[in-house]
């Protein structure tokens, strides 16, 4: 079955250059021009990832994004930000409120439709049964669940895959560059800033509660878990 993409925008023109870009490669695209009716679509519609315009009529983006997070059925639904908001706050917050992935107006259909099939790869991809376990945090790759101390923490799609690949490198260093690779499958050919990475680490950590301070920063370089005792002040 063809992947759905739900397009959120309250402007024609760019709703028709999607559809141009994305049906040729065989997507089903759907389409809503506010807020509510976005929101009513993705429970509806189901789809299969969601691109987000900010700026949008009742009930902007950073709500309907923080609302889509809020529920179990949507909470792990891809999300792209298309938005001509290219301030670096505004792409923080959305990053942070559980965005996959923030492009900025104008914007090539090309490495658009890239970036839409990076995430369908990423989330299509089946995990492994395995659990690792470091401390009080259990990660449950099969039924991709994460508890701290008994109690269920809720990760976006990005958060785990981070948690994933800092538990599977047992305690080595990895940086940013190999995280984007591994975790975004964003290689030279699409352009991601590596402040994503520490914008994620960051939102990890605060979940995580305490068991966030065994992600270690190696500065200049990038992140490490400490899988024996975590630092009573982690870098931030």
Request: proline share 6%; net charge neutral; aromatic share 4%.
């Amino acid at each position: 079955m063809d992947s759905k993409i739900l397009i959120v925008e309250d402007e024609q023109s760019v709703v028709n250059l999607l559809r141009k870009g994305l049906e040729p490669e065989g997507f089903q695209v759907i389409a809503a021009y506010n807020g509510q009716a976005g929101l009513r679509a993705v429970t509806e519609a189901r789809p299969d990832l969601l691109i987000l315009d900010l700026t949008l009529p009742g009930l902007d983006g950073f709500e309907l994004c923080r609302r889509i997070r809020k529920q179990p059925e949507t909470a792990r639904l891809p999300i792209l930000v298309l938005s001509g908001r290219a301030e670096e706050v505004d792409k923080v917050v959305m990053l942070e409120l559980g965005a996959d992935d923030y492009v900025t107006k104008p914007f090539s259909p090309k490495e658009l439709v890239a970036r839409v099939k990076t995430l369908l790869r990423r989330v299509s991809t089946p995990a492994l049964p395995q659990v690792l376990r470091v401390g009080t945090l259990e990660v449950d790759l099969d039924r991709y669940t994460v508890h701290v101390a008994g109690q269920p923490t809720s990760l976006t799609a990005k958060e785990f895959e981070l948690l994933k690949a800092l538990l599977e490198a047992r305690e080595r260093t990895l940086n940013r560059a190999f995280l984007l690779e591994q975790v975004w499958q964003y290689g030279e050919e699409l352009e991601i800033e590596t402040r994503t990475v520490d914008v994620h680490i960051r939102s990890l950590r605060k979940k995580l509660g305490s068991e966030g301070a065994r992600i270690i920063t190696v500065r200049n370089v990038g992140y490490r878990l400490d899988a024996t005792s975590p630092p009573v002040n982690p870098a931030p």
